[in-house]
């Protein structure tokens, strides 16, 4: 079982204390004393403050070679650290390349000595796997944190390093896009991880909130994400973790940032034999997405994208594109029925592909119009369905529709801020769907709800294709009140 441990510094060793009273009462199996970061951190005064807890802590006197604060000169670190070991911690932290006199001196008792490398070179996965295998021989428990600069790095390094016969490693990644290793701690037999009580006191980028770990600290918890670049600000972790959260499923949805589009197929091989059970896949990889997977549903085969993916019980990869269904609930959520209704979709990226088929499926009579003409033309003969498509000018004599859709970035926040529907089409439709969904209310909502017409946002779209791609992973029920109620949270963020 992986034990779930918390870095406590915070000034003085009482402030440690307090820090680990609340980590342990929170949950933690140990606590970190990281002596290097602590005022005056003599062994008496640590003593005295954790003499209860001693049993649930490891102390460790980062040195500034390994990317900590102390400096004591090797004599001084020497007589510290022995002092450590005769107070009887959990563990005590001994540095590989620092601490050697003090690794060879405890080898008749190495269960409570932790040796420990932090790799800031991009070593080799050979050199990881030699540095892991060298910690693991000469402690109770052998620790290695690589530096890496993305989630490719990082899963390149789980994926790759010898672990084979070693059950007492602890191995992780520190820096942009390590958030999975420490989610996969307990997938790939790590003995011990590292996470924060806030965010605030994250002693290295890529720990996990304390709350999210324990979720997620068993072999069998559901670990999702979305791929894609630039991620930015998006609301999908919030909705997703939300679901996990309601109805107590041990899971967590992360992000991979995910620069080089001819580094996604294999990065979605790679993850998914780690343990990731499955993916939301956007802009602007959905059709890289496509051709990654095994197996595709008809409403993605038509659509030709992928939104999400999921590893089934062989380790098979099956693609999905909820966006349609996400787009049909929205709608009949908000009870409208498009069935032999004239929509009209502006739009003919991937968006409208989605709508499209929704409709379609739904039963209405689909126009498209586009501000490129030949692109919805293109759009229709890909998709291989008969639609008229219109340039925005020559919308006018087409005149009126039941069902208008946006599906144009149009009326996003920082965009154009009009509407890109004409107020005279909207007075005269039943119903308007905006598929932008940042801000909540935009022009083409706030027009249709002047005129008393039924608005359908986009943000409903959001909602209900993540809640489908939430049952596709975890074959429960997705709580939507409590995702809508996050996602409108996340929001006003
Ligand atoms: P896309 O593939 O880039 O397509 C954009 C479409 O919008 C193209 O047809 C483009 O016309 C048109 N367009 C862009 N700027 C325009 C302008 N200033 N005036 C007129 N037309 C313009 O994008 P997409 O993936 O389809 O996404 C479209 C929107 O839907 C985005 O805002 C996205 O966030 C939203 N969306 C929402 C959901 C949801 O769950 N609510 C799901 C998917 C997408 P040209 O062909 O002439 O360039």
């Known amino acids: 079982m992986t ?11 009482k402030a440690a ?36 807890i001693l049993r649930k802590s490891i102390i460790t006197l980062r040195s500034k070679s390994e990317g900590g604060a102390s400096d004591l000169s090797v004599k001084e670190r020497l007589d510290w650290i022995r002092e450590a070991i005769g107070i009887e911690p959990a563990f005590v932290d001994l540095e590989l390349d620092n601490d050697r006199r003090l690794i060879d001196e405890s080898q008749s008792d190495k269960s409570r000595i932790i040796v420990s490398k932090h790799i800031f070179s991009n070593e080799p996965v050979e050199g990881v796997s030699k540095i892991l295998r060298d910690c693991c021989s000469l402690g109770g428990i052998g620790k290695v944190a690589v530096k890496v600069e993305d989630v490719i790095r990082c899963t390149d390094i789980l994926a790759k390093v010898d672990r084979d016969q070693l059950s007492n490693h602890a191995i992780m990644t520190m820096g942009p896009g390590s958030e999975i290793s420490r989610a996969l701690a307990a997938s790939i037999g790590s003995q011990i991880v590292y996470c924060a009580l806030s965010d605030n006191e994250k002693v290295a980028s890529g720990q996990l909130l304390l709350g999210d770990q324990l979720r997620v600290n068993s072999a069998d918890s559901i670990i999702v994400g979305l791929i894609g670049h630039p991620l930015g600000h998006t609301l999908s972790p919030a909705m997703h973790n939300a679901a996990f959260e309601s109805i107590g499923l041990p899971g967590a949805y992360l992000t991979f940032d995910i620069p080089d589009s001819s580094q996604v197929k294999d990065f979605i091989r790679t993850a998914s034999k780690l343990g990731v059970r499955g993916f939301n896949v956007t802009i602007p990889y959905k059709e890289v997405a496509f051709s990654s997977v095994d197996s595709i549903d008809n409403d993605a085969r038509r659509a030709g994208a992928v939104n999400t993916i999921v590893a089934d019980e062989k380790g098979e990869l099956r693609g999905f594109n ?100 004409p107020d005279d089409f909207i007075m005269k439709a039943d119903a308007v769907m905006d598929m932008v969904y940042n801000p909540l209310e935009t022009p083409l909502v706030a027009s249709a709800r002047k005129h008393n017409v039924k608005a359908i946002p986009g943000l409903d779209m959001l909602l209900y294709q993540g809640a489908k791609a939430f049952e596709i992973w975890t074959g429960k029920e997705a709580p939507v009140e409590s995702m809508r109620k996050r996602l409108l949270e996340a929001m006003k963020k």
Do not use: Q
């Open 322 to 421: 909820t966006d349609i269904h996400g787009f049909s609930e929205a709608l009949r959520a908000n009870g409208y029925n498009p069935r032999n209704k004239r929509a009209l979709i502006v739009g003919a990226g991937g968006a409208s592909r989605a709508a499209i088929i929704a409709l379609w499926k739904m039963g209405a009579k689909i126009v498209i119009a586009n501000r490129t003409p030949e692109r919805a033309e293109e759009l229709v003969r890909s998709m291989r369905v008969f639609i008229k498509t219109l340039s925005l000018d020559a919308l006018e004599k087409e005149k009126p529709f039941n069902l208008l859709v946006n599906a144009t970035p149009v009326g996003m926040s920082g965009f154009d801020n009009a509407s890109i529907i």
């Open 3 to 13: 034990k779930i441990c918390v870095p406590v510094s915070g000034g003085d060793a």
């Open 17 to 52: 204390r307090k820090m680990a009273d609340k980590a342990i009462s929170s949950g933690a199996d140990l606590v970190e004393i990281r002596a290097d970061l602590i005022k005056n951190s003599d062994i008496g005064k640590i003593r005295h403050e954790f003499s209860d």
